[in-house]
């Protein structure tokens, strides 16, 4: 609606959606045919394929083989509009938001899809040395330390310096941490073996660090020891039941063991965006507790979905925090806008998991599927690679992103590497 | 040679090549098979396709399209080593450069490649609010700022605010600003059509201003023409012999005219790279005098190539600073580098003019082709694009540049509309 019919008083429903994520961009297409005005803000233009991340990071893929500008992807849907800020604050009694500091917008229903960053297990000073994974500018800064790391080992003749620059850490054993590790050790001993001359890039160690006693601790155990095997036989020292208890420029400390690094990755610990703690009761990790129907108790016409939520199904497990949980959470949300506008009864958030997959390496990976279907190596590789490619269909890449996986597994070269201008680290 | 050999005294000549664009890259592979240890230097890791850098500012192509590691490049080429460094000082007499500050390397021959910077007309507090495009880097700002524009204009309500988003300044008519004021018009006018609601994306200005009588200037008089009217029909304002007075955030000043606007971008006026007065002396805008072999007076083991140089052909013309100039340079540095160590006499430096284009749109563009062959067109545009997919051999990208321009062709869509994390510009 333009503000010329807003003025002569035509006025619809409005949402506004926080956050271009998946869970923000499935409550948006939800209501595509809802007779509302959709209002999408997001601190980025850009709508990003999350799960691969770690290939921009480790410099597989492109940034834009993985997202798309929001606008672009949102352009046929008429009653929508992207706004591209940072929303500051929520004020759920005026239903009003302020982005940008000092613009506010009003709206009807309200939905929260702000994701999470990470935690530091109460050590945010670590974040400067050990960067998360969250965000396509995220993956740019991964990228550009793991290039680094060998610009620096190949242009110093100190040895125990060339040591510590081939010396990378991924702290966090989940789905990111070991995706990292397995890539990151494939490119630095095949993709980059005959780019130096001084040093041998086939000895950079890198290191999964995990806390608990296994890693993919979201998957069923004997997936967690294939993971491990595949992990360990491609190289990556992998250390469970370790906790990492300093970050510094120099090194790191694990448990009683100091390793000296200059290349630290952060995969674990999730903290919910602050923004929730502004419309409802939140868990220890700043997650908002909502109602089966994804609102907010004292709000009924603000939800919450996405990583940002807790929620429970009717079977008493917790909804995952993952894409799946997202995309269907933010579909929920919008077919309860739309009941509620039709004044019919919501329904319940019922999450149905079509599996999980993690891939390590070429012919590497594990899978989880519903009917307790699982199973590790060539075959869940292949249908990660499948499903990905399919999932990648909304977005306009899918066959660059074909090419260029076709042509890295043929050839082993990765044509990304890019290193953006240089940056001045200690 | 390794650090090993080098003490042990097996020692070859060694050559120091300063920059890994065009003239740097094509002396590095003219030095492929000669007896001697060569290292390039460069402060990016990556080696471009200059000719196509507007494409990136214009967010039709990623930088991966266009750029490979030079590591990569020349992995290959075993007398090779690749430094990510920044040289910050030559010092001709003891033969060495000193590379980020604090790091000595010695040579025996140089060959300087370092390029140009854009010239303000002495006023370089411009440049904040006119950038240049000479790198990935900045080819990345431009696309920010291009990008940004568009959103802010859509944020705001107050119309001359739009407006002034909505107006685009491209300051120089030379190929670079020529081309940049066409793929932006044809950008705004009809890849973001359908991405925005309240601004009407193809009400944007794109205003080139050369301060000289014609665009393209270095280009036969019928072809500057042909190009004015191409540009004038697809809707870029062109204004010629008129001189740019004051650059502000918030405006610009052409002649007596004040037009308000966000978005300046520079491409015009040349400054070579300041490296180069410390080898010899230079010009009115810092390129070193050489000698007809490309070297130094004064240092016959100094080359200077690319368009750090300048130099006459026989015929009297000077040597355009252009790619096919600085690849012809390198060469020709390295070749008589080769005589040198082979007791032969060095060969002047002839350049070979293969001819002359520009691309203006979709169907346009001129060709000033050797033999006096000349002509715009469908057919010139044709062969612009047959010539760069081709030039683009040595690239790996090039399958995917031919399906990126293939897709866009057919759909208008442009896939790589990426912000990175947003920057705070007043």
Redesign the interface.
């Known amino acids: 609606m ?2 010329k019919d807003r003025a002569e008083g035509h006025r619809r429903p409005r949402v506004i959606i926080i956050g271009g994520g998946f869970g923000g961009i499935a409550a948006a297409q939800g209501l595509r045919h809802a007779n509302v005005d959709v209002l999408v803000i997001d ?4 709508y990003v394929f999350q799960p691969l991340l770690y290939q921009v990071a480790s410099a597989t893929l ?3 083989d993985i ?3 929001i ?2 992807y949102l ?2 849907q008429d009653n ?2 992207v ?4 929303v500051t604050t929520i004020n759920p009694v005026a239903r009003t938001v302020t982005v940008d500091g000092d ?1 506010e917008e009003s709206y009807d229903f309200l939905v929260v899809a702000a994701g999470s960053r990470h935690a530091y297990f109460g050590h945010p000073e670590w974040e400067r040395d050990a960067p998360g994974l969250k ?3 995220d993956a ?1 800064e991964m990228r550009s330390r793991f ?2 790391a060998f ?1 620096r080992a ?2 110093t ?1 100190d040895e125990a310096e060339q040591r510590a620059w081939q010396t990378i850490v991924i702290v966090g054993g989940g789905p990111t941490g070991a995706e990292l590790a397995g890539i990151m050790v494939l490119i630095a001993r095949h993709a980059l073996r ?5 040093i041998d890039t086939t000895q950079t160690r890198v290191i999964l660090v995990e806390g608990g006693p296994r890693v993919l601790p979201t998957m069923p155990e004997e997936l967690s020891a294939r993971a491990l095997d595949d992990l360990r036989a491609m190289g990556v020292d992998v250390r469970v039941q370790t906790m990492v208890t300093e970050v510094t420029p120099t090194h790191v400390r694990l448990g009683d063991e100091v390793v000296e690094t200059r290349t630290v990755f952060w995969a674990a610990g999730n903290q919910a965006s602050a923004l929730g703690r502004q419309v409802g009761p939140t868990d220890r990790v700043g997650r908002v507790l909502v109602e089966p129907d994804l609102s907010v108790a004292a709000h009924p016409e603000v939800f919450v979905v996405g990583d940002m939520a807790v929620t429970t199904q009717p079977n008493g497990r917790p909804v995952p925090g993952v894409a799946q949980g997202a995309m269907q959470g933010g579909r929920c949300a919008a077919d309860n806008i739309v009941r509620t506008l039709e004044r019919r009864a919501r329904r319940p958030f019922r999450y149905q998991n079509r599996g999980d997959m993690a891939t390590l390496g070429r012919h590497r990976a594990v899978a989880d599927l519903p009917g307790g279907l699982r199973f590790g190596g060539t075959i869940a590789w292949l249908l990660w690679l499948f499903l990905h490619i399919a999932y990648l269909a909304g ?3 899918r ?2 992103v074909l ?2 996986w076709g ?1 890295e597994y043929l050839t082993w ?1 990765r ?8 940056r001045s680290r200690a």
């Open positions: 333009s503000a601190r980025h233009n850009h492109a940034p834009s997202a798309v500008p606008r672009w352009r046929g929508t509009e706004l591209l800020g940072d613009r965000s396509l500018d740019l290039l680094e610009e190949e242009a003749e005959r780019d130096f001359r001084r977005f306009r890449n066959l660059i090419l260029e042509w070269q044509g990304v590497r890019l290193l953006p201008g240089r």
